[in-house]
């Protein structure tokens, strides 16, 4: 067998494998349609008589949208809360701006003198200092604008057996600024409202996703946070290996930025690639031998785990498409060839209907002429993930770069 024959074996499997994400996002897709089409919410309100609140807002150098973040998050209505922000700024605006809120109601802020432990280790100092009333922890980032019913909507959707409540982190604050943004913006719709929704639907491996979710605080100052660049989804595995879940609803939306950058967008994609690939890494087996987990999350955890990782075997292939031409000679069958045709021919249309029906389900019809962005910069990116996906299954640390935030409001 020559090297040419071992590449485009290797280019057999990986189109399976493809074909699997295809299947998995056809299967979506239609479950998505079915659950979401014509979906009105509706959540009975809740006795808020032993609810209490807590709100973290982790901040570090966010002088652009600090004052829009709690301008939104002091507008909620009931249920009783308090607002505590954990501000790791050594940036002088950003401080000053804060302690002009020193002083309003519900709001706390509490400095730290370092960047310890990252947003994790931020999260974990508002846990030490929560109200001893505190019943529900709700997380936002520093770009969102939360409206002002969202946790009487979490609180009221918050079932008597519900551990963790994610929401949907809707980037659509900028996402008509540019092509970077429009493709952001209709990742973050086929995410949310197809892949999330699909596993919630199916009862798959559900992650939390760094903000707009809500959690028991009892469970939360139980496990608190690790201090690595994926607080959100290592915080999720070690959820499921207690044997918690987490349901999903794409109606509790919050508004937030996206990266408004190439060089931001990479930034921010490598380190998820990176802390993702390295947690599934280290909990993998914790998983696979849990008697807790069920089969279909266990295998769904496997998809989800590997999904930056995948990015590796598709840059090698893509570079090799460029060598193997250069050695004509293969003993490769052409049956084989032939199955891989068909199914990439089956899988290619997958993302994009996916694309299409997610548009189509938030009622943004007009935004699906940006659906060439999308793919343009998963195009673009696959090196840097795949780069970036290999150091977190080679190595136990990282950095957390932060995504730099503008506050421009764009839209058409």
């Known amino acids: 067998m020559t090297v040419v024959d071992i590449i485009l074996f290797a280019g057999f499997i990986e189109t399976i494998i493809l074909f699997i ?10 479950t998505s349609f079915n659950d979401l089409n014509e979906r009105k919410p509706v959540y009975p309100k809740k006795d808020y008589k032993k609810i209490f609140v807590s709100v973290l807002l982790p901040i570090y ?3 652009n949208v600090v004052n829009r973040l709690l301008t939104a998050c002091t507008s909620f209505n009931s249920p009783e809360h308090e607002i505590i922000v954990i501000d790791d700024s050594d940036d002088k605006v950003t401080r000053e701006k804060l302690e002009l809120w020193k002083n309003k109601p519900l709001v706390r802020i509490i400095e730290r003198d370092s960047r310890k432990g990252w947003k994790g280790g931020a999260l974990n100092t508002a846990l030490d200092n929560l109200n001893p009333k505190s019943t529900h922890v ?10 002002s019913s969202i946790i009487s909507d979490f609180v009221n959707n918050f079932k008597d057996n519900t551990i963790a409540l994610q929401g949907y982190q809707k980037h659509d604050l900028n996402s008509d600024e540019n092509w970077v943004t429009k493709g952001i913006r ?8 197809i892949e999330l929704n699909g596993k919630k639907t199916l009862n798959l491996f559900m992650p939390l996703t760094g903000g707009a979710f809500m959690i028991r605080t009892d469970v939360l100052k139980d496990l608190k946070f690790e201090e690595v660049t994926d607080e959100d ?11 918690y879940k987490i349901n999903y609803d794409p109606d509790l939306a919050a508004s937030g930025e996206c990266p ?3 060089k931001k967008f990479i930034k921010q994609q490598a380190r998820w690639a990176e802390g993702h690939t390295r947690t599934f890494r280290q909990h993998f087996w914790k998983i696979i031998k849990n008697t807790k987990i069920t089969l279909r999350e266990k295998f769904d955890f496997i998809l989800t785990g590997y999904c930056f990782l995948h990015s590796i075997m598709v840059t090698v292939l893509l570079g090799a498409l460029l060598v193997i031409p250069l050695f004509p000679s293969s003993t490769f069958p052409v049956y084989l060839s032939q199955i891989q045709t068909i199914l990439l021919f089956v899988s290619v249309p997958a993302a994009l209907s996916a694309s299409a029906i997610a548009l189509y389900l938030e009622n943004s019809k007009k935004e699906i002429k940006k659906i060439g962005y999308a793919w343009l910069l ?6 840097i993930i795949g780069y970036a996906s290999l ?7 990282g950095y957390f770069n932060r995504t730099h935030k503008t506050g421009k409001i764009i839209n058409e």
């Open 21 to 30: 994400y295809a299947l998995r996002w056809y299967i979506f897709t239609f």
């Open 233 to 243: 989804w290592n915080l999720t595995v070690r959820l499921y290996e207690k044997g």
């Open 378 to 383: 998963n195009f673009l990116i696959l090196p």
């Open 186 to 193: 209709v990742w973050h719709s086929v995410y949310n409202i």
């Open 138 to 147: 709700l997380i936002f980032d520093a770009d969102f604008v939360p409206p």
């Open 391 to 397: 150091k977190g299954l080679l190595t136990n640390n």
């Open 61 to 63: 150098n966010e002088p």
């Open 260 to 262: 408004n950058t190439f």
